[in-house]
């Protein structure tokens, strides 16, 4: 079964995700988007007209809608499952990507509720190799005198830089969902993990 003892790990690669946002990122470098986008998505998050109980739910789903699309999920999937994924028909496939989205945008949305003004973030350097990327930033959030290295990996897809990973204190997304599917699929089997990732989103 998937566990929650990841908790703390989504939790900051969800407030990480928080300075991601839609805008003309194909014309500039990886770390000048990040930086850039950071005071436009936290507007929305500190919008009075999104809070309270009652507006949740739109905050939620306001916040994803510009994260989103940074991402490249078909890859991200892709690496999540490793080897298993070239022994999927392509509807599994497409399966398995909406699944897989639908957990980490539920994951991600509990943090949204718990994000407070302490948390910042400083955006340090980038590495550019072809169509590849890695941007460095630390976590920082004054109220608990804690720094967390953060890394987002990306890679040049249709002229754009998307996201296929992202590296919290030397933790990777990726291999940390890999590492639990392929548990599940070799003890168990492939249609386990699908049952699995259902009960875990509704």
């Given at each position: 079964m998937l566990?929650?003892?990841h908790t703390k790990f989504w939790t900051?690669?969800?407030v990480g995700l928080l300075a991601l946002h839609t805008s003309a990122w194909a014309a500039i470098s990886p770390l000048e988007l990040?930086?850039?986008a950071v005071d436009r998505v936290t507007a929305v998050l500190e919008n009075p007209s999104y809070q309270g109980e009652a507006q949740q739910q739109k905050?939620?789903?306001q916040v994803w809608a510009i994260i989103e699309p940074y991402f490249d999920l078909q890859e991200l999937t892709q690496r999540t499952l490793g080897t298993h994924w070239r022994d999927r028909t392509e509807e599994e496939r497409r399966e398995f990507v909406r699944l897989f989205t639908a957990l980490i945008e539920k994951t991600y949305s509990s943090t949204i509720t718990r994000y407070t003004s302490d948390v910042q973030?400083?955006?340090d350097q980038q590495r550019i190799n072809g169509d590849f990327a890695e941007v460095d930033t630390r976590f920082i959030n004054s109220a608990l005198d804690k720094i967390i290295p953060i890394q987002y990996q990306l890679h040049r897809v249709g002229g754009e830089w998307r996201i296929y990973d992202v590296v919290i204190e030397n933790v990777s997304m990726v291999r940390n969902y890999r590492t639990q599917f392929n548990r599940?699929?070799?003890r168990s089997s492939y249609d386990a993990l699908v049952q699995d990732l259902k009960k875990k989103i509704s």
């Open positions: 566990n929650n003892q900051l690669v969800a990040i930086r850039s905050r939620i789903e973030f400083a955006f599940i699929i070799n």
